[in-house]
């Protein structure tokens, strides 16, 4: 799969169709990659788009998902268990350009008291409190054998907080921001955690650390070639990304209906989903 530098991917990624196959298993990762994108499509607004998604999940073998949502925040996920019962997945929607909600949530950086380790996010916080006892409430009854806790951007934000309180659930993020302060994310050090840093990814940086936050460990790191590199020493990401940068604008910033500049544009679900489905190929 080649590298997709347009607005609609970063901006609509739920416009393009679903990746999955008939009948086709993938392995985790690139399940929750997909599955974070597909999260996307607004189940809340359409029994087609609704439809859509379930007709995807049971094609790959997830029976039908239960759909949350809070339209006072903005904020939707949806959970579902793979057929045989030895999987659960709970995928959170990431920021919708479109909805002065998400925009609103994410700005919120303010760090407040968590009930668990540490402060959170004061936008994060209030988004995920909206869905938490619908959320917690399936995931308490779904009988899967693992729970796997995924999405993208502000999605990856939510999932991160659903697994601080899910504490037999596998945390797997694509492209998230920082979600809360050291004691937050020390409480995670003993935890199953894969959280995918696409190269430029600008949201991967914020908030920024001067306001308190820090990363939870766990970053998989993903090179400008789409390759996973084991062990990617700061310089080199620093090369790797400036490398990128300039690439990026001579050879894709300039076309009309591509986003500008790479920081942007890597952020964006397909490239993570290309990403991953390559490392599976490999």
Sequence with gaps: MDYVASRTALLHPELQPSLFKQDQR?????TCAELSRLAYIKFEESDQDRKTLQDVLASVGIGEPTFFTNAGTGTQAFAATTLDQSS???VFRGTQSNDPTDLGTDL???????TGSGKVHAGFANAFHSVWDQVRSWAENSGA???????????AALATLAAAKLKDANLITFGSPRVGDADFADSFADRSVERYVDCCDLVTELPPPELGYQHLNGERYIDRFGDMPSNAASESKKADREIARAIYIVEQGWRTGN????DLADHAPINYVRAV????ES
């Design 259 to 262: 986003v500008p500049i790479r």
């Design 108 to 114: 919120d950086v303010i760090l407040t008291e968590w």
């Design 277 to 280: 489905l390559k490392g599976k």
């Design 88 to 90: 659960a997945f709970i």
């Design 145 to 155: 054998g693992n729970v796997w806790v995924t999405g993208h951007s502000l999605g």
């Design 26 to 30: 993938w392995p985790i990762v690139p």
